[in-house]
């Protein structure tokens, strides 16, 4: 194995997996140990694996950081080199979007517009629009998402179901440092201070996880007793939902819940979710 082939072109990545079984996995480049978790569980559902490296303009809002979002090409295909991948798919947003932002888009209906919908209004009608893009492209059997990005994962889920797109969405859990902390290309605008201070997501939903049979108002307060001693960690959210509609549970929920939690940390903007039980 090798390091996997470049296409840029639409026409010729179908061409070349015209009748392959394909699993695909869509990112923004940058890769770190957990796309390439995604990449590892893609080549066993699937003889040929498909990475598509894109940074997709429609996804950020005005104030966000599509300029300095890191790229590195030369990096990612040695990352990917020895894993099985056959084609990086790297477009650019002219090959994407020849006649500039499209006109018809993908909408993410009322879960959209909550929690990162509502810091990012938009961001979810983009990574979908993208996201039915690439499985109109590629025309997987399988498409490979991340757990940390929980949002995102049960909107791609609900827009295979609802849309009937013969893609089958295959979630892959969280991959985190030692101590915790969620691996995100993001995490390399931390300082050491802000590094040192940014596992305390994780422990808040350890906390979190631990509270359970108490009761909603104790889950949340045992996560937000973690986070208050962070001073560097700013809170945009703390939200328990249920996995199944991705609605605030009410306060007499008993069953399968999700915490989210989003915070700024220095010039990072982090998300994390576990699952937990409430009894």
Same mark, same amino acid.
Do not use: C, W
């Given at each position: 194995?090798?390091?996997?082939?470049?296409?840029?072109?639409?026409?010729?990545?179908?061409? !070349?997996?015209?009748?392959?079984?394909?699993?695909?996995?869509? #990112?923004?480049?940058?890769?770190?140990?957990?796309?390439?978790?995604?990449?590892?569980?893609?080549?066993?559902?699937?003889?040929? &694996?498909?990475?598509?490296?894109?940074?997709?303009?429609?996804?950020?809002?005005?104030?966000?950081?599509?300029?300095?979002?890191?790229?590195?090409?030369?990096?990612?295909?040695?990352?990917?080199?020895?894993?099985?991948?056959?084609?990086?798919?790297?477009?650019?947003?002219?090959?994407?979007?020849?006649?500039?932002?499209?006109?018809? #888009?993908? !909408?993410?209906?009322?879960?959209?517009?909550?929690?990162?919908?509502?810091?990012?209004?938009?961001?979810?009608?983009?990574?979908?629009?993208?996201?039915?893009?690439?499985?109109?492209?590629?025309?997987?059997?399988?498409?490979?998402?991340?757990?940390?990005?929980?949002?995102?994962?049960?909107?791609?889920?609900?827009?295979?179901?609802?849309?009937?797109?013969? #893609?089958?969405?295959?979630?892959?859990? #969280?991959?985190?440092?030692?101590?915790?902390?969620?691996?995100?290309?993001?995490? !390399?605008?931390?300082?050491? @201070?802000?590094?040192?201070?940014?596992? @305390?997501?994780?422990?808040?939903?350890?906390?979190?996880?631990?509270?359970?049979?108490?009761?909603?108002?104790?889950?949340?307060?045992?996560?937000?007793?973690?986070?208050?001693?962070?001073?560097?960690?700013?809170?945009?959210?703390?939200?328990?939902?249920?996995?199944?509609?991705?609605?605030?549970?009410?306060?007499?929920?008993?069953?399968?819940? !999700? &915490?989210?939690?989003?915070?700024?940390?220095?010039?990072?903007?982090?998300?994390?979710?576990?699952?937990?039980?409430?009894?």
């Amino acid at each position: 194995m090798s390091q996997p082939e470049v296409v840029t072109g639409i026409g010729e990545l179908r061409a !070349r997996l015209e009748g392959r079984r394909v699993a695909l996995v869509p #990112t923004m480049g940058a890769l770190h140990a957990g796309h390439l978790s995604l990449v590892d569980r893609a080549s066993e559902l699937a003889d040929t &694996v498909v990475v598509s490296i894109f940074v997709n303009p429609l996804q950020f809002g005005p104030a966000e950081d599509l300029e300095r979002y890191p790229r590195d090409l030369a990096g990612d295909l040695a990352a990917l080199d020895g894993r099985g991948v056959a084609y990086v798919f790297a477009p650019d947003a002219s090959e994407m979007y020849p006649d500039g932002r499209p006109q018809i #888009t993908v !909408r993410g209906g009322a879960v959209a517009e909550l929690f990162e919908g509502r810091s990012r209004p938009g961001h979810f009608d983009g990574m979908l629009t993208v996201v039915a893009k690439l499985l109109g492209i590629v025309r997987p059997e399988f498409a490979l998402f991340g757990q940390k990005d929980a949002q995102q994962l049960f909107l791609v889920q609900r827009m295979v179901r609802d849309l009937d797109i013969a #893609t089958r969405i295959e979630p892959v859990e #969280t991959v985190r440092e030692p101590d915790g902390l969620a691996l995100s290309s993001r995490n !390399r605008y931390l300082s050491p @201070a802000e590094r040192a201070a940014a596992p @305390a997501l994780h422990r808040a939903l350890e906390a979190a996880a631990s509270a359970g049979d108490r009761g909603i108002d104790a889950v949340i307060a045992a996560a937000q007793s973690v986070l208050m001693g962070e001073e560097l960690v700013g809170v945009d959210y703390l939200k328990v939902v249920d996995p199944r509609t991705f609605q605030p549970v009410p306060d007499d929920y008993r069953g399968p819940a !999700r &915490v989210l939690i989003a915070a700024q940390v220095g010039p990072a903007r982090l998300i994390d979710n576990d699952a937990i039980y409430l009894n």
